[in-house]
């Protein structure tokens, strides 16, 4: 039975999703990166794996999210894509007529204007995390509070206190203000939300033409609360998909699919069994030139897989070159 | 021989061959700093307030390493070059700002270029720079028309000839390109990166965006190719006046590519540069006014890691080819 893998490896998660020749759906995974993005790749593919009938044969895999180069060495990625376009081929998989997308991960945020199926504008957060899942997680954490009761919480708001969503440092202290000044905390927490969506409209969406019909997702989705704040905002319906965090995972899988097919090319995927792999990582400062380069290596029994991270091509390595 | 310093930083882009030109005919000798390293933006950045712009830190990162090398160090003051129109007042005050921040630099020679002072104004600057090197003014005369030949001449071969400012200094000073001239014939993707020369072409704070699309078999257009009545003329249609020295590099060129052919227009800018913020606004709201050619806007700050920068280059080419893609398979 031939399938086909994405791995999307965010900062915060990481998401894997299986699709059989069909394009549907057979197995997702959505874990926690927790700062090790190689050891929760070998995990994520166990983990999936089992759930997977064993007779199957993975005939293209392919990696997106801010760690795709790594994870793409490791699994033996037969396409690495960014971000944006995997996320638009998954929503427009499902929903043809998308004319807009709202993705919220937890370090970035991203809108993706779509028209008559084609992306013809997108926008990506800046230095800026006020708009981002890290935003709600550090609240929360600060309430003492997981971020599922944050939602919950939120939800049973009757008035909004507002607070500003300018700067994650503002809104903290504006919350504690409002905190102080006896204002009930459901009411702080979808202020919150509402914050978080003005800051996202203004920095992610400035400018932006956003046209019904709206799909929102990535790991924020989850929360109800910026759900009913964004429909509130924009006065339009929101559209969040079942499996709308494992977007950019499905999307990777689909890309692979249209390619891999087309190409009658041999994977490169490693098989499940890389889990029990051990790598290294290791990074030392090139003193070539002043530009003092940190230079990352990724290597498997002594011998190393790629090389990154220089500003000129002195170390670069990645498997292709080191394969002639 | 007397040794002139000159940054390769900020103006440099823009003006180097003619200051070369001007100093060499007076006898002395141009030293120009290396390319930028981190090295320098670190040493630079520890100099100033922490809200200067990154280009000026660089700047000053510049002056440091020409520190030990050079007799003086050239940091001209272009206040304004055509007439009601001004430069960005960190340009305004940047010999100022230098001599206060690395008070340890060689002399600093400077020149105050101001045509709303009218010409003869012009001259007397001129002439009290050329008096550091010879106490004759006809030497100082020829030195400074001949600096204005080679600055015609080099502006020709960007406007005319379809060089960018690096190649084209190249060109001037004789030494052989690293690329070359000619495209692959198979490149289809045209884009317009538009910006400050001191951005676009300084590949440790642009990240070598050109560098990379042009690996990526892309054609690349950058605002020094086009004519400066192009550029005007484009600026008066948006904006009704000129108002900054440096508005045609993006409004200008931004306008005339988004009514061209490219397939998109990247804006390169500074985080916390006060005109960039105002002028990719302008050029932003046009892009989205036209609809006709897919924009970007890329902010780069001294955080800015290379991977932000990789990934929405990606995606704006992947944007760019799926569309084509799209076309062919309505068409054909």
């Known amino acids: 039975m031939e399938a086909y893998l994405g791995i999307d490896v965010g900062s915060v998660t990481t998401k894997l999703a299986v699709l059989n020749k069909d394009a549907e759906l057979m197995a997702a995974l959505y874990l926690p990166t927790q700062g090790k993005p190689i050891t929760t790749v070998q995990e994520g593919l166990r983990q999936i794996s089992e759930q997977l009938p064993k007779d199957l044969e993975i005939r293209g895999a392919g990696t997106t999210g801010s760690a795709r180069y790594l994870a793409g060495v490791i699994v033996g990625a037969d396409l690495v894509r960014n971000e944006i376009t995997t996320h638009a081929v998954a929503t427009l998989q499902y929903i043809p007529d998308v004319q807009t997308i709202f993705e919220i991960g937890g370090q970035d945020s991203k809108i993706i204007i779509i028209r008559d199926g084609i992306i013809t504008d997108f926008a990506m957060n800046t230095v800026c995390a006020a708009g981002t899942g890290s935003f709600l997680d550090h609240q929360a954490l600060r309430l003492n509070m997981s971020i599922e009761e944050l939602s919950q919480r939120a939800m049973e708001s009757q008035k909004p206190v507002r607070i500003a969503g300018r700067c994650t440092v503002f809104a903290e202290s504006d919350m504690i203000h409002k905190q102080q000044m006896g204002y009930r905390i459901e009411d702080i927490l979808y202020g919150l939300c509402q914050a978080l969506v003005r800051n996202y409209l203004n920095n992610v969406g400035l400018g932006k033409e956003i046209n019904p019909p709206i799909v929102f997702q990535g790991g924020v989705a989850f929360n109800r609360a910026i759900v009913k704040a964004f429909q509130e905002e924009l006065n339009t319906e929101i559209i969040v998909l079942p499996h709308h965090e494992v977007m950019g995972a499905i999307g990777t899988a689909l890309v692979v699919h249209e390619e891999m097919s087309a190409g009658q090319r041999e994977s490169q995927f490693k098989e499940f069994s890389i889990s029990d792999l051990e790598y290294h990582t290791s990074s030392f400062e090139c003193k070539a030139c002043p530009n003092l380069c940190e230079i990352a290596q990724l290597s498997q029994n002594d011998q190393v897989l790629a090389r990154w991270g220089g500003r000129c091509d002195r170390w670069e390595r990645s498997p292709e070159s080191s394969r002639h | ?332």
């Open chain 2, 1 to 332: 021989m007397i040794k002139v310093g000159i940054p390769r930083a900020l103006l440099y882009y823009q003006y180097y061959p003619m200051w070369r030109t001007f100093f060499e005919e007076l006898g002395a000798e141009a030293i120009v700093s290396p390319v930028t390293s981190r090295v320098m933006l670190q040493e630079g950045g520890a100099r100033v307030v922490a809200d200067t712009c990154l280009p000026v830190k660089i700047f000053i990162g510049h002056v440091l390493s020409l520190i030990g090398n050079c007799d003086f160090i050239f940091i001209p003051t272009i206040r304004s070059i055509r007439k009601n129109t001004y430069n960005c007042s960190k340009f305004l005050g940047l010999s100022a700002m230098t001599r206060a921040a690395v008070p340890e630099a060689p002399p600093i020679l400077d020149i105050m270029v101001d045509v709303n002072k009218g010409r003869l104004r012009l001259y007397q600057a001129i002439y009290r720079l050329g008096k550091n090197f010879t106490p004759y003014p006809h030497k100082i005369r020829q030195a400074s028309l001949d600096a204005w030949r080679t600055q015609l001449k080099y502006r020709y071969m960007m406007s005319n000839r379809g060089l960018t400012q690096p190649q084209a200094i190249a060109k001037v000073l004789g030494t052989s390109t690293p690329e070359s001239q000619v495209e692959s014939p198979e490149t289809k993707t045209t884009i317009a990166v538009i910006g400050h020369p001191y951005l676009l072409h300084d590949d440790f704070i642009s990240h070598r965006i050109i560098p990379r699309l042009k690996q990526a078999n892309v054609k690349v257009l950058t605002p020094e190719m086009l004519a400066d009545t192009t550029l005007e003329s484009a600026v008066m249609k948006v904006m009704g006046r000129i108002q900054w020295t440096c508005e045609s590099e993006i409004v200008g060129a931004g306008e005339h590519y988004l009514r061209s052919d490219v397939d998109g227009v990247i804006n390169v800018m500074a985080f916390g540069c006060g005109p960039d913020s105002l002028m990719m606004d302008v050029i932003r709201r046009q892009a989205t006014r036209l609809r006709s050619t897919p924009f970007m806007n890329l902010t780069i700050d001294e955080h800015t890691s290379e991977v932000g920068i990789i990934t929405r280059l990606e995606a704006f080419m992947d944007m760019i080819y799926r569309k084509q893609r799209a076309r062919v398979a309505v068409c054909g």
